[in-house]
């Protein structure tokens, strides 16, 4: 089945303490992008990219960093989490640029940094 | 300043209705794209339009570049398309940014 696989789907971590969310997709896609969802404020893109080593920021960068190792992963960094990077991350990607035929969407993780 | 405006933030509505939901852009795009957001979070592709009309099944999508607006229409509405509807715009020149309206809640009631 063709996927974007985002783990974990729920996290609760403490202020400092680094993680890592990882994103994944199996469709061979070459864009690949995530999102922060906030109440009231509704999707924002954090980081994207274009193809393996090319990525470039978003609208809300700072805090986190990306790495596109490989094709099919796009992991996202929180080095040093803080309460206000509380939030419902998505994953997404797109076989064509701009998202010509659409884009496929992760399930979600749902962040929480005490 | 890049902005996407959509409207209604809330719509309830009865089965069988025609529902029409807007988004409005600040300045030249790209592409436009709609997204449904289930109750569960899950988030679909609808549309990606750059000009004129889309249609699939009991939706359609339009587009006018010159007054900066887009609707996303729902015929003969279900309570199987209560979700969050929203707008996400390429900016022209803008790479691979997107950038999102808040959305459209859309209940349908029985």
């Known amino acids: 089945e063709a996927q974007v696989t985002q783990n974990p789907r729920y996290l609760i971590t403490v202020t400092g303490k680094k993680l890592t969310v990882t994103c994944s997709q199996n469709?061979?896609?070459?864009?690949m992008s995530w999102y922060r969802q906030d109440p009231g404020l509704g999707l924002r893109q954090i980081y994207y990219?274009?193809?393996?080593?090319?990525?470039d920021k978003g609208d809300v960068p700072e805090g986190y960093k990306v790495s596109r190792k490989e094709k099919r992963n796009f992991p996202l960094i929180l080095e040093s989490p803080s309460p206000n990077q509380t939030s419902l991350y998505f994953c997404a990607s797109s076989l064509y640029p701009g998202g010509v035929y659409g884009y496929t969407f992760g399930s979600g993780t749902r962040l929480t940094v005490v | 300043k890049n902005e996407v405006e959509q409207s209604p933030q809330n719509l309830t509505a009865q089965e069988g209705e025609f529902i029409t939901i807007n988004c409005s852009y600040s300045?030249?795009?790209?592409?436009l794209h709609w997204l449904q957001q289930h109750p569960g979070g899950g988030i679909v592709s609808l549309f990606m339009?750059?000009?004129g009309k889309k249609k699939h099944g009991r939706l359609i999508a339009t587009i006018n570049i010159q007054e900066k607006h887009s609707s996303l229409h729902i015929t003969a509405s279900h309570p199987i398309d209560s979700a969050v509807y929203i707008c996400?715009?390429?900016?022209?020149?803008?790479?691979?940014?997107?950038?999102f309206g808040k959305g459209t809640k859309l209940t349908v009631n029985p």
């Open positions: 300045v030249g795009i790209s592409a």
């Open positions: 996400a715009v390429r900016f022209q020149g803008g790479s691979e940014k997107l950038v």
């Open positions: 990219s274009m193809n393996v080593e090319v990525t």
């Open positions: 469709m061979n896609h070459e864009y």
């Open positions: 339009l750059s000009s």
